[in-house]
Every structure is written in structure tokens, then in C-alpha cells.
């Protein structure tokens, strides 16, 4: 139905694609693999004939036996949306946040239908419904920013299937998404697939998901197809070296020579602890009801406890919006907690003199999600790095120096990286620096707010080997804050579960990964993709088609 | 900053509106070096009016002065009003935004109705104010319409702050312990300087419109000293007999203005490419 053929695609005078071909049939998924400027997204965009300007193809992509290279764009409007239609990866981004729902959604009914208003809204509620979005609760006339990440994407998804269309492309749909609204979007379309027998290509960059989702896999790189075949085929046999690589990256372990520090581990209690929670909350205040009644404030932490001793490593997790983020700001003296205190080495930050509070800072540092945006870009490396010296009051330039150079060491770069901007490096790059900064001061406990949830999988399973590496070397602590149970379970002793403000369950990472007790842990674990699971529930399918084709 | 200055040439609008700013200033600089005549000499000879010619290059007004001369007079008069003003509301524009979005509550709030009030007194009147209580000139055109940029300048750099206050660096920085000045002072300002760069010019091309309008209605500098404002308000009893009086000065105002405002496009354009509207 949905076939390319040698498709070769360039931009200016640079090569993107080169020579792809793949197929796909009517009610089958399939999935794009590879890290980022692999062409996977290039590949879909093609397809849509949505191409930036300055590109030329070459090639051949035929949808339904029509060839759309060099098509009309009369024709391709009438495809796109109607025929074909696509789900971009950012559902903040790619709704119009001046229009509700309802009228986004309709809006693409009557341009493609010619039906009247009402017909179309009537239309719209069985669309909302089919997508979980039922409209006692969710009307149409909400507007984009009164939904939630997972609610917005299920909008997105209404909008592309509101045609039935032959072929659906979702470019990293859930990459924005925590595990647990991953699990429910993805079902989603499963499900919508096997009802509509459409097509669907899904772009990943993960595999796990990708083995649970599709029947065939195409694995990208550098404009190239490298492996090609049924998902539990390629993902069992990994003959081609890079889908080995990948498959390695994704569930990588870095490997410890020293025991894990338990609060279990009656020797590491009597230590005194590096950081100690007591009772914290925090609240934000809402909207007024009315001009005399203040809004209820909303609870974003409630009654959190807990004691963080010297060469722990303790994962938080929780689902977006559960306070954990909020939690850290605190820890990090970036935020007042409402009440309750939190002690940096024994000295309540809460009610810590300028002297100690800077003395506190310089003893932990923080690493943030997106190593894009955790630099300023107007500054060079050497003086992004330095920064935290400030905290360490007067250093001789030379002296500052021969810090920063250290720290880059640390992390595995070289000094010529001093005189580049920000923009100069990759992802993984950027995170090492972002690492580096952290370093300096020497602290003793890190704050790592989702650190490798934006770098593709090799890079990722670099940082945590670094993040290991550098935990043995330097006796670090780590606070590790995450959705995403693959990398707690990679780096993190102990977890802790936040659920709703509160922490909910703490456990060793086994315990809580084999065996969870609270909801919230259950689900997470449940939600969390698994490529060991994933194949072998692939490979059990696939038997059973042949057997039922036969 | 060479790649900067290659793309910037390219731009088109930059290109043309750079020329003509530079030519304006290079006119303005060199009155002071050199005109054809005297500002105030009255070519009594030739007697009162005359046509543009070879000798007068665009004629002469009704007392007989020589208009080129005027009008090359008059440029250094509006740059100098225009680029202090655009100073002025800089210099404490940009301070009282970021303070506002630095310690947001009570004081943001205060600081931006205050804003609001300013921005309610066209500079016009404010001149008016201001001229009731100091008398006239240039230097009181000067403060009114400084007076109107700085509300101008303040919300730009609160709305630019606020947004960058909420980035990881910023984040980062405030976690290695430095203070809210600093962060502004390091962080803050150099982020925003693109957009400061580009509101500059455009508050300079309208700086010129103001000052031009104060002194039309007799508000801004006094005379003898040359203004395009007055030149067109003096001209205005002798249109039918002397367009040229008013046409000079008016196309000298429309040309710089048009050369600010490709200046400030093109600079937008160059400086943050995602706001460009048409691809190089």
C-alpha cells in the first residue's frame, strides 16, 4: 500500500538520504529506527511531501499505487489528513493554543467531508471518545493549555485519525510522555490500528518500544538503511553489528567494583547523613474563587521524609507532575519549602546564614534534563564551567583554570573544548560539560534532574557509565530524579516512589522492580517498556501468524 | 563576527537601510566641519527666495538662508535628541524591567502600573509638561521623549527576563549561589541584547518623528538653530509659493526614518533567524 523506493533526498548541497526503500501494508506497524540525525524523521516527512524548502529528491514513494514524488501540491493536500496524516512528537507545540479541541478536530472534518457544523462536532465527541477523551469530561470548548501532555497528544491522535486515513506516521510520539501516559498512547494506536486497518509507521528512537509495537523494523543511520526485516527476527538474531550496538546501548548496565551504601546496611546509618528531609511540604497557591476567598493552595509535596547518607545513590520517581521536580528545587535551596526543613551536612538550609547556605550550595550541584538548554549560549565553555566556583569566593585566574581543566578531564574531554561554544558540541557532549560544572566545587552529592532522558541511547549509556565511573573515583552521592525505570534501575541502589506529593513506597531498586506494592509503583513498573518481554512476546506472535497463515 | 557581518550584508534590508543611516550621519558629521554656507548668513544679494539651483543647491527660505545647509544642521540636531533619548530609555528602562522581573510580587507589580501610567502621557503632552515648568528647547524635547521610551524599554526587558528566568542555565547559575544582580548583569542582559539592539533602532527612528513633531509646534529646540520640525512648520504659510520648503526637510525626515526602520528589519532578521520571515 505505502512503499519507497530508493528514496535519496538532499538539502543544499548535503546528503540526507541515501537510497531508502521500505514497505508497508494495511493494517501493519512499522518502525523507524535510530538516533537523532539518522534521516528517520526526513524519511516521514518525504512521505508528507512537508520537506523544508532548498530539498531535492530522487526516487521513488508510491501510496496506493500513486507516485507522490514531484505530485501536485493540489494532490497532496487532498492526501494529507484525508488519506495520510501524521502525530508529531511535541503535543505542546503542534496544537494551536487560540482554538479548543473541538474546533481544531471538526475544523479538518469539514474541510475534507463538506459536511455542515453540527455533523462534524457530533462527529468530533465519537472521535474524542474513541480516543479516551470522553466530552462529559473533557468539552470541547477546553482549549489546549487546560489539558495535559498525555491528554493533548490524545487530542493530536483524534485530529489524525478523524479520516480513517490508509497511513498514519507517528514521529516519536511518546518521547515527551512519562512511562505510565507512554503505555496509554500506545495502546491507543495499537488498538486504532487493528480497527481501521491502517498503516502505521512509528519513529522511535527506543527500541523496547518499538519491539512491543511493530511487526516490521527498519533501522537508520546516517541516511541509511542498515537492517531491515520482521521486529522479532532483527531484535532476536541482531546480526548487523549496529542493531547488536543499539539493542547493548538500550539495556546497558554500567558495571560497579564497589558494594552498594543501603540505609538497610546498619554500618552506613551510623554515619551521619549528607542530607536530611523532615516533614517537608510545599505549597503553590491557585486562583482566587472569588474576590474575598483565596484560592485552596495546591499541595505540590506533602510530608516528605527521608535521610540521604554519604555514596548513596537514590532514585525518585514518580509520574510527571508528582512533585519530585519540585522536591529537588528544594533540596537545591532553589525553592522555600512551606514548612518542614531540609539540613545540608547538619545546617538547616531553611534558616541557614549567607556564609552557610553558599558553604551548603558548594557541597552539591546539580545536573538538568536538557543539555540544550542548561547553558547560557552567549558564553564560552571555560567560563560556563567555572561558574560554581563563584561560590568558592576569589581564585587566581590561574588557579581557576587548572580547575576547569581538571573537571573536563574528569569527564572525559579535552581542554581544546574550552574556547567553543555551547552549540559547538552534541547532546552527549553538552552533558558531559553540564557534568563537568557540577563537578567543580567538588560536592559531595549531585542532583540529577532526569540527566540522559534527551540523549539517544548509545550517548545515554555512556553518561551512566561516566555518572558510575565518577561516583567510585570521587565518593559521590547521587539524587537521581526520573520517569524512567530503565536508568534508576542502571545506576540507583534505592528507590524511592512519589506518588501525589507523598512518597508512597522506598525500597531497595529490586525490590521495588520485582516485587511493587503501591499502586503507583505497579504502574510505573507495568508501564515500563522491557526489550527482553518485548521480543520474546514478538517472536510468540509471529509464530503463531505463520502457523495460522498456513 | 565575521560569518555575522557576511550574513548581515547579504540581508537586504540591513544592507539598504545601513547605507542610508550611515549617510545621513556622515551628512550630520560633517556640518560640522563644513557647509556650503553659514546656517544664519542671509544671501541678501540673491534676495530672499530662490529655487533649487547650482548655486543653492536646494534653494534658499524666505529670509534667505541657504536650505542645504539647514538641513544638514538639522540631521545633527534630530540624531543628537534621538540617540539620547533612546539612551535615557535604555539606561533606566532596562534596569527597573529586569529589577521587576527579578523580584516579581509587590514591586513587579508596582513598577509596571507605574509603566502604564507613563505610557498613558503621550510624549507630546508630557513635552508640553515639561516645557510649562522649564520653558522650551532642545534639551526638554531631549527628557520628554526619553521619558516616553523608558516604559517602552522596561516592559521589553521584563518580558524578555521573565522568560529566560525560567531556563536551566539561569537555574544553574542561581544553584551556584549567585545573586539576582549578577545573574541579571551576567545572564540576562547579554540574552537579551538582540532584542534591545533591535528596539533601539526603532525607538531611535521614532525618536526622530517625536522630536521632529515637538519642534514643529514650537516645543523643541528654538530658533535660530535649525530643526526639521521648524523648517517644515515655517514652511508651511509659504506652500503654494515655495514647496520646496517643506518638501526638503519632509523627505529628509521620511528617508532617515526609512533607513532606521530597514536598519532595525534587517538587524531582526540577522540577529534571531527564527524571526525571519523569508528565508536568505
Known sequence: MFEIDKLSLSIGNVPILKQVSLSLQPGKILGIVGESGSGKSLTALSAMQLLPEGSTTSGSIKFNGQELLGAEEELMQDLRGDDMAMIFQEPMTALNPVHTIGDQISEGIILHEQIGRDEASQRTIELLHRVGLPPNQYPLSRYPHELSGGQRQRVMIAMACAQSPDLLIADEPTTALDVTLQAQILELLRSLVDEQGMGLILISHDLAVVAEMTDEIVVMRNGEVLDHGSTGAILRGLKHPYTRQLAKASSHIPTRTLPPVLTTNEKAKKATPLLQINNVSKDYPTARKSLFQPGTPFRAVDQVSFDLYPGQSLGLVGESGCGKSTLARMILALDRPSSGTISVNGVALTNANPKQLKKARRNMQVVFQDPFASFNPRHKVDRLIAEPLYLEGELSANEKSQRVINALDEVGMKPDALDKYPHEFSGGQRQRIAIARALITRPALIVADEPVSALDVSIRAQVLDLLCELREKLGLTYLFISHDLGVVRAICDEVFVMEKGKIVEHGTTEQIFDNPQSRAAKRLVDATPDLERAIANRLRSEKKNMGSNK | ?280
Open chain 2, 1 to 280: 563576527m565575521h560569518s555575522f557581518l557576511s550574513r548581515a550584508l547579504r540581508n537586504r534590508s540591513f544592507f539598504i537601510g545601513l547605507i542610508i543611516t550611515l549617510f545621513i550621519v556622515f551628512i550630520a558629521a560633517l556640518s560640522f566641519l563644513w557647509t556650503p554656507y553659514g546656517i544664519d548668513d542671509q544671501q541678501i544679494t540673491t534676495v530672499g527666495l530662490q529655487k533649487p539651483s547650482l548655486t543653492y543647491w536646494l534653494g534658499t527660505d524666505n529670509l534667505g538662508r541657504d536650505l542645504f545647509s539647514r538641513v544638514m544642521v538639522g540631521a545633527r540636531n534630530s540624531i543628537a535628541v534621538a540617540v539620547v533619548a533612546v539612551a535615557i530609555g535604555i539606561g533606566i528602562g532596562v534596569p527597573l524591567g529586569c529589577w521587576a522581573a527579578a523580584r516579581r510580587g509587590f514591586l513587579d507589580e508596582l513598577l509596571m502600573r507605574g509603566n502604564d501610567v507613563i505610557f498613558a502621557f503621550p510624549a507630546l503632552l508630557s513635552a508640553v509638561i515639561i516645557t510649562a515648568i522649564f520653558g522650551p528647547g532642545a534639551i526638554n524635547a531631549i527628557i520628554a521623549i526619553g521619558i516616553f521610551n523608558i516604559p517602552v524599554f522596561a516592559r521589553l526587558s521584563r518580558g524578555a527576563a521573565l522568560s529566560l528566568w525560567t531556563r536551566d542555565f539561569i537555574m544553574a547559575a542561581r544553584a551556584a549561589g549567585k545573586s539576582s544582580a549578577r545573574i541579571t548583569i551576567e545572564h540576562i542582559i547579554p540574552n537579551m541584547a538582540n532584542l534591545l539592539i533591535v528596539q533601539a533602532t526603532i525607538a531611535f527612528a521614532l525618536g526622530i518623528i517625536q522630536e521632529a513633531g515637538l519642534a514643529y509646534v514650537g516645543l523643541g529646540t528654538q530658533p535660530p538653530f535649525p530643526s526639521w520640525g521648524r523648517m517644515l512648520s515655517e514652511a508651511q504659510t509659504m506652500m503654494a509659493l515655495a514647496p520646496h520648503l517643506a518638501i526638503v526637510p519632509g523627505l529628509a525626515i521620511v528617508i532617515t526614518v526609512l533607513g532606521l526602520n530597514l536598519l532595525g528589519d534587517g538587524l531582526r532578521d540577522v540577529l534571531d533567524p527564527r524571526l525571519s520571515r523569508k528565508r536568505d
